[in-house]
């Protein structure tokens, strides 16, 4: 089974122009038009079976609306052979953080998504930890933008250094960096965090990387703790999937990255 970890769609009434303005501010363009039917499409002809679906809480009061989206995306695609799965999503000033995470829990979402960026707060922030604490208490996976947001170039607020900080003052389990451990901090990655107790994905990393580099995050970070993944609709599937397999890994180490680690990580959920 091939999972991508990292995926965004979007409602239809927002989903053109969501996807302008976020190519207009990051000088890109999609590689599909971010809605349910273009990634399902993208997937049958990549050749992947589930695709993490993963929202971000730009409002306190947006929770509601989108873990109810994301519920209803996920008892839509049970027992599918093509599958959505969405996480869900809270937002670092919530006034009740921890009422929240139990209801994304109990609405059997398998975890969140952070983006220090899009949430204007920085990764280390005591809100960001204490949400990270408590998600781990749950049983939660926690997926975070790390590194350099190309629409936000000049501030970034998930830094290596504040990522090592959470890490040796909150100790979360089951943490996704996602892009590789930091987008475009790799040497302090590799430096810092690869072989840490930490998922890192690939999304949005091919191409943006050298080979080498991957590479040398991958021997020390080892295979077990990597997730393929493509950030679509901002990198295409089945490019993604091309670069990865031409890297010659051994197959038990693909077949990890490809889906065994995600299976794993999920348990049940998948």
């Given at each position: ?45 990549a ?9 971000v809480?730009t ?7 989108v873990?109810?989206?994301?519920q ?7 027992g ?10 809270i937002?670092?000033?919530a006034?009740?953080?921890k ?17 220090p960026?899009?949430q204007?707060?920085?990764?280390d ?7 990270l ?6 049983g ?17 607020r998930?830094?290596v ?22 987008f ?47 950030d679509?609709p901002?990198s ?35």
């Amino acid at each position: 089974m091939t999972v991508d970890f990292h995926t965004h769609i979007f409602p239809p009434k927002i989903a053109a122009r969501t996807i302008e303005k976020l190519e207009n501010i990051a000088h890109v363009k999609a590689f599909t038009d971010g809605m349910e039917g273009s990634l399902l499409r993208s997937m049958e002809k990549a050749g992947v079976d589930v695709s993490i679906v993963l929202p971000v809480v730009t409002k306190p009061e947006q929770f509601e609306t989108v873990n109810c989206f994301a519920q209803q995306m996920n008892e839509k695609y049970r027992g599918q052979p093509l599958r959505l799965l969405s996480f869900g999503g809270i937002h670092p000033d919530a006034a009740d953080y921890k009422g929240e995470l139990r209801a994304i829990r109990d609405m059997g979402l398998p975890g969140i998504k952070l983006h220090p960026d899009y949430q204007d707060t920085y990764f280390d922030d005591l809100k960001y930890m204490r949400i990270l604490d408590y998600a781990t208490e749950l049983g939660l996976i926690s997926v975070i933008h790390a590194g350099v947001d190309i629409g936000f170039p000049d501030n970034v607020r998930c830094t290596v250094p504040r990522i090592r900080k959470v890490i040796d003052q909150v100790k979360p389990q089951k943490m996704v960096l996602a892009h590789y451990g930091a987008f475009g901090l790799w040497e302090e990655v590799e430096e810092m965090l690869a072989g840490e107790d930490v998922y890192f994905d690939t999304a949005y990393t091919f191409g943006f990387m050298e080979d080498e580099m991957f590479l040398k995050i991958l021997q020390k970070h080892g295979g077990s703790k990597i997730l393929f993944a493509t950030d679509s609709p901002w990198s295409g599937q089945r490019e993604s999937l091309s670069h990865l397999r031409s890297m010659k890994l051994s197959q038990e180490v693909l077949d990890a990255i490809l889906g065994g680690n995600a299976l794993r990580l999920l348990g049940g959920m998948a």
